[in-house]
Nanobody, 120 residues
């Protein structure tokens, strides 16, 4: 299982750090990603990290967000800086894409989501 945490309410320009703790199995060899879903919108990939540490970021967050993983702690992180109101969404962690990492339907494991709200 994956357990996401760290969401909350922050003013524009502020920062939040999300965590995704894995349990029940070791995710060291799994690719992992952070997705978000705003009301009325489809779930979208925010950032991705491979088992070796290679990363991908959506253009809207590049330079502001940083994805990382601590394999010893079996935990995935997302550091979010310079937050904007348009970053408001429920954020989900996911693991083990069976095909291209870009699409949420390809992931086998999901966390429950954590709400991030950025006020203007």
């Amino acid at each position: 299982q994956l357990q996401a945490s760290g969401g909350g309410l922050v003013q524009a320009g502020g920062s939040l750090s999300l965590s995704c703790a894995a349990s029940g199995r070791t995710f060291t060899n799994y690719a992992m990603g952070w997705f978000r879903q705003a009301p009325g919108k489809e779930r979208e990939l925010v950032a991705f990290i491979s088992p070796s540490g290679s990363t991908y970021y959506a253009g809207s967050v590049k330079g502001r967000f940083t994805i990382s993983r601590d394999n010893a702690k079996n935990t995935l992180y997302l550091q979010m800086n310079s937050l904007k109101p348009e970053d408001t969404a429920v954020y989900y962690c996911a693991a083990d894409p069976t095909s291209t990492y870009y699409y949420p339907r390809n992931y086998n494991y999901w966390g429950q989501g954590t709400q991030v709200t950025v006020s203007s």
